[in-house]
T-cell receptor, first 115, second 112 residues
Framework: DAGVIQSPRHEVTEMGQEVTLRCKPISGHDYLFWYRQTMMRGLELLIYFNNNVPIDDSGMPEDRFSAKMPNASFSTLKIQPSEPRDSAVYFC?????????????FGEGSRLTVL | SQKIEQNSEALNIQEGKTATLTCNYTNYSPAYLQWYRQDPGRGPVFLLLIRENEKEKRKERLKVTFDTTLKQSLFHITASQPADSATYLCAPSYYGNNRLAFGKGNQVVVIP
């Protein structure tokens, strides 16, 4: 398996623009997580899905952020409108067992810079 | 809310020595504790999981301990090598809760 695949790897955009980050989880994994990593705050959980259904979105910072999982092999994280404070590395991770006791497999991340 | 504390200062260690990292958590004790390795520009990679009823877990040159009384996990890298240089993150998890929160990580630099 190719692992968790994220795109784009790097994105530079201007404040106010819409940003869409994409993730393809490992086939057969029922859980998908979106994290954001910054130097100040470390790795923060934004939202996670189980069987394509959003279970906990309490980490989503505000209404400008939205995430979808239309099928088992694809998820998006959208920021509209983007702001400079959204600059971070966004990771997608998947697991077969759940975050409780399951090994999370991370993608390589999407580095977002908002000017 | 639960706090996860890892030393923010990088650990510089001579090759061949044992590196020891600490993960402290507050409030209630987790059912499991996971450790991950992260290299610059890469995503975290799972290393080990220890359960609350396990005192110690080993994998090759890695050893993890879990002390629920002290609310602490220790992560050891024995016979450290320059290739072990990375940031190591701990992540406690709880029964019935799939939210996996991470500490900020502790950087290790192994000096040849």
């Amino acid at each position: 398996d190719a692992g968790v695949i994220q795109s784009p790897r790097h994105e530079v955009t201007e404040m106010g623009q819409e940003v869409t980050l994409r993730c393809k989880p490992i086939s057969g994994h029922d859980y998908l997580f979106w994290y954001r990593q910054t130097m100040m705050r470390g790795l923060e959980l934004l939202i996670y899905f189980n069987n394509n259904v959003p279970i906990d979105d309490s980490g989503m910072p505000e209404d400008r952020f939205s995430a979808k999982m239309p099928n088992a092999s694809f998820s998006t994280l959208k920021i509209q409108p983007s702001e400079p404070r959204d600059s971070a590395v966004y990771f997608c991770a998947s697991t077969a067992v759940g975050g409780e006791a399951g090994e999370l497999f991370f993608g390589e991340g999407s580095r977002l810079t908002v000017l | 809310s639960q706090k996860i504390e890892q030393n923010s200062e990088a650990l510089n260690i001579q090759e061949g020595k044992t590196a020891t990292l600490t993960c402290n958590y507050t409030n209630y004790s987790p059912a499991y504790l996971q450790w991950y390795r992260q290299d610059p520009g890469r995503g975290p990679v799972f290393l080990l999981l220890i359960r609350e009823n396990e005192k110690e877990k080993r994998k090759e040159r890695l050893k993890v301990t879990f002390d629920t009384t002290l609310k602490q996990s220790l992560f050891h890298i024995t016979a450290s090598q320059p290739a072990d240089s990375a940031t190591y993150l701990c992540a406690p998890s709880y029964y019935g809760n799939n939210r996996l929160a991470f500490g900020k990580g502790n950087q290790v630099v192994v000096i040849p």
